[in-house]
């Protein structure tokens, strides 16, 4: 954050809100926003502020709107003659698309009607300007097309004189289209996008867009934005990049593992997706939404959007750099200083020549009573480098908790080496971070307050800043845990909570070694490893495998029901259950996990020498957890494409693609640990896991040859592969032709 805020509008009775902005090359911008004004005797305006690039306003503010009544739904453009069009919905005797030219920040004119259908409502209009002055305008409009909502353009010349009728953009017309947003590109010809209810799948929305030459006519067919498309996605935005492509921004819900979260993607200017979508948002907690894209002018772009809760009251605003290939120029930033209260509605960010952006956005109750259009600036902030992961020592402790060393200034690195602790304050925990070198502590009582799935970043010192991955809860994890298989085995084992005893999760980790699984004639296992009680308590189960607990170098007792034979010996589809282990039990019935086992489809493969089974779980910070790292030359890594997230892997592109017989799927680990590889049908549902295990740092490569986990050959049409490592996934789409 380089600036300071300050408010943008004048008049302060009423609520000042959903500010709109646009700008020229030259730095110059205008902000629009609806203006409550009861005590005016106006029941809603539109108001504009011309800026010039050093902030001072350019005349005074100006209703936009010449007639009385609501107006509401602002957008601007301009271009770099300083020709500006404001447009909005007005309440008249339903709601209607108004517009407003612009010259060099004076009025020209009165209002004009932008629709020519004015039965029902047309609402939440945008509008994008060509360098010529002309500009297109698209609106939702209620019962038009023949069913719910649907959405229309025109074009208009720089005059405000029509250049077209009215026309559908939306080619599915079934239930509703709604929320467009357009952008030109640079050959001139232009993108909308939208969210439609039920193109996608039953009972939710999905983004889709349509690309259309300069005179209007529709370029291809309308296509797709999402590629995930379980719940809905919707809130779209879209901007157009320097390289004749554009980029899609929107909210999806419950894809990030929380409620709303931001995704990106983007595309040639054919409509043809570059690389996949994105997440944008570090912090997951509560929900991220109302997303805005903005292309800089260094080629690369920001998106802003508001999150609930992030900055410890109720909405906030936040944003991350990108630059032109999609990769990560800055972490995930807050804007607002002021935190007291709603801020929130953000504009599309104003870029400006030195990189950074100016960002507008809604806040109540700060400047002014109600709310006010409040500005700031912002200039990115990223990782130069990072220490070394595996350079860190965990020295006390056992939390789960993760932690990463960005290299925000490399002059400044010291080399010392340092100490991460943390204390407990009223359920808070307070981060500190003590130079052992130096004897200081340049980080005191950063607060850990806000839960898991936050993006918490330490203030920069000595050349570096700490991002701190909080595990606040002890629970089995169940997504982390796995096989690790030598044998080939198929037995199917599926980690869930205990279904016997009382349950109590203790913070360890469980190994299952399995041992020879092979049999006399009597059926008995010639090489037992270890003996579980039965249901009555008594040590009289023989078993293939034993358990031990990782974390405390120590025995864990297993419990077999026999439900298969009462043979006394562990059967294939017999629950194997873990006993809580003292010091962890507060009653000897205290089961920590269980592994059911059932017989695959087809023939059986037991298990056999060196296959384990993981038991991890997630273990809670405590006072007790200290990590220690150095700054020193041999640890610092290039920070590559990952600011801001944890760097696991990188996944690539399958070969052939399309392919016929089989694909070949190359990926590199950057950090040891579980991984897996799913393949998924369109619909999201898993056809088959072709990785889970754990894997070393290294290169690997993997084949699908078109078969799912039944051993059968799926058909011909898109399906996804998909790795997980950490609590990171990646998704990427293939073809199958036959």
């Not at 640079?186 to 005179?215: C, K, R, T």
């Not at 009223?426 to 839960?451: C, K, R, Y």
């Amino acid at each position: 954050m380089c600036g300071q805020e300050f408010i943008v509008n004048t008049f302060t009775n009423g609520h000042q809100r959903d500010p709109n902005t646009a700008w020229n090359t030259s730095g110059e911008f205008a902000v629009v926003w609806k203006s409550d004004s009861p005590d005016s005797g106006r029941y809603s305006d539109i108001r504009i502020q011309f800026f010039q690039e050093n902030l001072s306003s350019v005349g005074e503010e100006i209703i936009v709107n010449t007639q009385d009544g609501s107006h509401e739904s602002p957008c601007v453009a301009m271009n770099d003659e300083n020709y500006c069009v404001v447009i909005w919905a007005a309440l008249e005797d339903d709601f209607n698309i108004k517009g407003r030219l612009f010259n060099q920040g004076t009025p020209v004119g009165e209002e004009f009607s932008i629709n020519t259908t004015t039965v029902y409502s047309q609402t939440n209009p945008d509008v994008a300007m060509w360098p010529s002055g002309e500009f297109m305008v698209v609106w939702e409009s209620w019962y038009q097309d023949g069913s719910d909502r649907g959405i229309y353009g025109r074009k208009f010349y720089a005059d405000g004189t029509p250049g077209t009728n009215e026309f559908l953009i939306n080619t599915a017309t079934e239930y509703s289209q709604a929320k467009p947003a357009v952008a030109i590109l640079p050959d001139e010809s232009f993108v909308v996008n939208w969210e439609s209810w039920n193109q996608d799948q039953d009972h939710s929305y999905g983004v889709f867009a349509q690309l259309f030459s300069n005179i209007c006519e529709k370029i291809g067919s309308e296509f797709q934005v999402n590629t995930i498309i379980q719940n809905d996605q919707w809130f779209t935005d879209v901007a157009a990049l320097p390289d004749s492509g554009f980029i899609s921004v929107w909210c999806s819900w419950e894809q990030d593992g929380s409620d709303g979260g931001i995704y990106s993607q983007r595309f040639d200017q054919y409509g043809e997706k570059v690389g996949d979508e994105n997440q944008v948002n570090s912090t997951t907690s509560y929900y991220q939404w109302l997303p805005k894209v903005t292309a800089l002018e260094d080629n690369g772009y920001a998106i802003i959007w508001s999150s609930w809760k992030q900055d410890g009251n109720r909405e906030g605003v936040y944003i991350k750099f990108y630059d032109i290939n999609g990769g990560y120029r800055s972490f995930e930033m807050r804007v607002n200083e002021e935190i007291q209260d709603f801020q929130w509605e953000p504009a599309n960010p104003v870029p400006r020549t030195d990189g950074s952006v100016l960002t507008i956005w809604s806040s109540h109750e700060q400047f002014a009573t109600g709310y006010n259009i409040v500005g700031n600036i912002i200039a990115p902030v990223g990782a130069q480098a990072t220490v070394n992961p595996n350079s860190y020592d965990h020295t006390s402790g056992i939390s789960t908790t993760m932690l990463r060393v960005h290299v925000l200034d490399t002059l400044a690195l010291t080399g010392d080496n340092y100490e991460l602790s943390f204390t407990q304050e009223e359920n808070i925990f307070l981060a500190h971070i003590a130079n052992l070198t130096s004897g200081t502590t340049p980080v005191s009582g950063f607060p850990i307050d806000q839960g898991e799935g936050t993006f918490y970043l330490t203030p920069q010192f000595e050349g570096i800043a700490v991002e701190i991955i909080p595990e606040m809860d002890l629970a089995l994890n169940i997504d982390g845990s796995y096989l690790s298989s030598q044998s080939g085995t198929n037995l199917v084992m599926e980690l869930t909570a205990p279904g016997a005893g009382t349950p109590l999760v203790a913070p360890i980790d469980i190994v299952l070694d399995w041992n020879s699984t092979t049999t006399d004639s009597a059926g008995n296992f010639i090489f037992p490893a270890d003996t579980a009680i039965n249901s009555s308590g008594s040590p009289a189960i023989v078993t293939p495998f034993h358990a031990w607990n990782i974390t405390d170098d120590s025995p864990v007792i297993m419990l077999i029901p026999e439900t298969v034979a009462q043979n006394g010996q562990w059967d294939p589809e017999e629950r194997i259950i873990f006993l809580t282990p003292p010091p962890y039990q507060e009653q000897g019935s205290n089961t920590h996990a269980q592994i059911i086992t059932s017989l695959p489809a087809n023939d059986l493969i037991m298990p056999g020498e060196n296959d384990a089974f993981y038991i991890i779980t997630y273990r809670p910070l405590t006072t007790t957890d200290i990590y220690r790292f150095s700054t020193s030359s041999e640890f610092i890594l290039s920070v590559g494409n990952d600011n801001g997230t944890l760097d696991y892997f990188r996944l690539g592109n399958n070969y052939p693609n399309p392919f016929n017989a089989i694909t070949l799927i190359p990926y590199t680990i950057t950090r040891p640990g579980k991984v897996t590889i799913t393949i998924l049908d369109i619909i999201g549902r898993e056809i088959l896991q072709l990785v889970n295990t754990h894997h070393n740092v290294g290169k690997y490569f993997l084949n699908w040859d078109g078969m799912n986990r039944f051993k059968q050959q799926v058909g011909s049409g898109i399906y996804f592969y998909r790795i997980q490592a950490g609590r990171v996934n990646k998704t990427r789409k293939m073809l199958l032709i036959k």
